[in-house]
Nanobody
């Protein structure tokens, strides 16, 4: 069982930056791939980025590639999403998720989810 708690969301102007954190409970965090998804109002939940269990492999959605960076600290049971050059289109609730298998981009494949954190980018 893994419990996930996101933090770090907020309101930022276009071009600004935010860093999201996702703290995980449990002693098996380092065995899970971790991902970030986002859901804008009226839209389906969409893949953003994923990192493998060791932190050596990452994969990004085309819409965030070059602007967002996913990382993890297994000693702190935490995964991060550094978001730079934010755009109004990035406005959404951001969720972290855990899965035993790396690089899945379909939300339904993930076993555990956080409650989400709101990111709002003003123009």
């Amino acid at each position: 069982q893994v419990q996930l708690v996101e933090s770090g969301g907020g309101l930022v102007q276009a071009g600004g930056s935010l860093r999201l954190s996702c703290a995980a409970s449990g002693r098996t965090f380092s065995s899970y791939a971790m991902a970030w998804f986002r859901q804008a109002p009226g839209k389906e939940r969409a893949f953003v980025a994923v990192i493998d269990s060791s932190g050596g492999g990452t994969y990004y959605a085309d819409s965030v590639k070059g602007r967002f960076t996913i990382s993890r600290d297994n000693a702190k049971n935490t995964v991060y999403l550094q978001m730079n050059s934010l755009e109004p289109e990035d406005t959404a609730v951001y969720y972290c998720a855990a899965d035993r298998v790396y690089a899945r981009i379909v939300p339904g494949r993930y076993d555990y989810w956080g409650q989400g954190t709101q990111v709002t980018v003003s123009s």
